[in-house]
């Protein structure tokens, strides 16, 4: 299982880094796999809202709209975080991802 967490306020739509993980963050959602690039996938709207996407369980919180009638949130994206169920946490990177080791060296310190 996977939980992504996408960034929210200011500069959640950019690559540059965010704030201390998980503050500056909310859970969108739990993927029932294993894979990055597979949660990645089924939380990226293509065809359909990905939270119609089998294999998503929806957590829902602040970071949820209604638009013209229907409910839903952005896609998974640079600067989001997705956490493996042992613990390890990986920043969405604008190729690929970035291992999180620990906050302080994600903030730059």
């Known amino acids: 299982m996977i939980s992504v967490w996408h960034k929210t306020g200011p500069g959640r739509f950019c690559a540059d880094r965010a704030p201390n993980f998980p503050d500056g963050y909310e859970l969108v959602a739990s993927v029932h796999s294993n894979n990055l690039d597979t949660a990645y996938w ?8 990905w939270w119609e996407n089998d294999g998503v369980t929806v957590h829902d919180g602040p970071a949820w709209i ?3 009638g229907v409910k839903g949130t952005r896609s998974t994206s640079v600067g989001d975080v997705l956490a493996l169920d042992d613990g ?4 969405c990177a604008p190729v ?3 291992e ?6 994600r903030m730059g310190a």
């Open 66 to 68: 209604e638009h013209e």
């Open 96 to 98: 690929g991802w970035t």
């Open 100 to 105: 999180i080791e620990n906050n302080t060296e």
């Open 42 to 49: 089924l939380t990226n709207t293509s065809e359909r809202g």
């Open 88 to 91: 390890k946490l990986f920043e």
